[in-house]
Every structure is written in C-alpha cells, then in structure tokens.
C-alpha cells in the first residue's frame, strides 16, 4: 500500500543524507559550484528521501522542527517553491533549497497542479488524492463515452535561496499518462497511478528507485540546477 506522508519527518537525518553538522554559523553566499550543504525546506519526507537519493554528496540539512510550516500560497510552482526556500533560508541562514510539485492532469484542465497535496482536502492522504483524481476521470470517462485522453505530466520547481539575496531555480518535467488502477508499492504520491512515456509502461510505483529518478521531473529538475551551478 501507499506510504502517508510522515509527519515526523525534520526530527532526525534524512535516510541516505549526510549527518554532519548542526545549523549554527553564518551559512555561505552564492559562490561557484553547489553549496556543500543546504537546508531542505521540505516538510515531507518522502521527498526529501528522493532528494537525497539524487544530490549523493551535498550535505542536507532536515528542516528543523521549529521552523513553522510555510503557507503555501503562491499561485504557481515557482512562487511556491521561492516562498518555502526564502523562509528556511530567513530561519536558518544556510543555503536553502526547497521543491514545489504538481501533477498536471491534461482531462481536468492542468489540474491538480498547485494544489496536488490538497486535492483530497487539507489533510488529505496520497490515497485520498489518487482516489479522488481516479473518480474524477472515470466520471468525465464516462460522460465521454469511454474516451478519454489520460496524458499528464509531473513538474517540479526547485528553488535555492543564498543569503545575500541569490536565487537559483530550475525546472523538470515528465510526461505521461495516469492508467486506470494503482499498481506498486515504491514511490509516493500519485506514482502508482502515473506511467511516464518513455518507461516500459511501469508506473513509478513499480520501477526501482533509480529507473524513477533517471525519468523523473524531480531527478531532471535537481540535475538541472546543478547544471546552472556549474557542479
Ligand atoms: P512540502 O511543500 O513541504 O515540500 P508537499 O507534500 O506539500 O511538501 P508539494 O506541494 O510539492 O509538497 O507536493 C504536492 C504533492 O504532489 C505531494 O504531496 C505528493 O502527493 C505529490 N508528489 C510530489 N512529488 C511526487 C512524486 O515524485 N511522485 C508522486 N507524487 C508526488
């Protein structure tokens, strides 16, 4: 079954992320390369797992438990993304990287989008979301007469905040299409539901974490930044 988000999460390391290091003295600015350590702004764990996973080496900082939650209300994946990196960064004065994701569904207008945590409801589990999103496509399915184009697609704004003022964002994007029942147990999120096009037809729920972060918007979008970090 599908993992809940882990509310525990910025009260230990994060799994396969280094242990070094506490959140005292002034962090660096902006220089060459990528930062050797960065706070995570993430509240979720799963993410910051796969984050891990994709950096290797940089040191990654768990969000700490006192940072209050960041109110998510930009109207866009970067505005989110900036906002969840500017406020670990004010909090921390280190380096600060956050992620905003969005599964864009092309039958219900780009939606989830934004709002892909929420869609079931604030508090809302990954199952309550991916049965929410299967019902919604069954029913316009089925008003369409059993035709219906499934494409979407994953998008992830990856923000990284410098004291000083430097900001550098960038982008990955997968695309796909949801099928019609879960299937897999890896993952998280709406990965049982989503089969990216150039896969085998697996969904990422199926595939071994590595197959996911070489295809995914998150993978693309960390590789990117590092891109434009020159690292
Ligand atoms: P933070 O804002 O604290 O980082 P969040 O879970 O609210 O955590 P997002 O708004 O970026 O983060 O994520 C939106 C939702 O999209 C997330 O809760 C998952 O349900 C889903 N999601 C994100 N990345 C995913 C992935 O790689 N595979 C499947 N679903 C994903």
């Given at each position: 079954m599908q993992k809940e988000p882990n509310p525990a999460f910025g009260q230990g390391p994060i799994p396969g992320a280094s242990k070094e290091g506490g959140l005292d003295g002034p962090g660096p600015s902006?220089?060459?390369?990528?930062?050797?350590r960065v706070v995570l702004a993430t509240a979720n764990a799963d993410k910051a797992a796969e984050i891990a996973e994709i950096m290797g080496a940089v040191v990654l900082v768990p969000r700490p438990e006192w940072v209050p939650e960041v109110e998510?209300?930009?109207?866009t994946l970067e505005e989110n993304a900036l906002l969840k990196a500017r406020a670990l960064l004010a909090a921390t004065g280190e380096p600060s990287l956050a992620d905003d994701t969005g599964l864009e569904v092309d039958a219900l207008?780009?939606?989830?989008?934004?709002w892909s945590a929420r869609?079931?409801?604030?508090?809302?589990?990954y199952d309550d979301n991916v049965a929410k999103l299967l019902a919604e496509l069954n029913q316009i399915e089925s008003r369409a007469g059993g035709n219906l184009d499934r494409r979407a697609r994953f998008r992830t704004v990856i923000a990284l905040a410098f004291e000083g003022g430097d900001e550098v964002i960038a982008q990955g994007c997968v695309e796909g299409w949801i099928c019609n029942e879960p299937r897999g147990a890896?993952?998280?999120?709406?990965d049982p539901v989503f089969v990216p096009?150039?896969?085998?037809?697996?969904t990422f729920a199926e595939m071994e974490a590595s197959e996911k972060h070489a295809l995914s918007h998150r993978g693309r979008a960390l590789r990117a930044l590092k891109d434009l970090l020159g690292a």
């Open positions: 902006r220089s060459s390369g990528f930062p050797p998510e209300t930009g109207s207008g780009g939606a989830p989008g934004v869609y079931a409801g604030p508090n809302a589990s890896a993952g998280f999120g709406y096009e150039e896969g085998d037809g697996k």
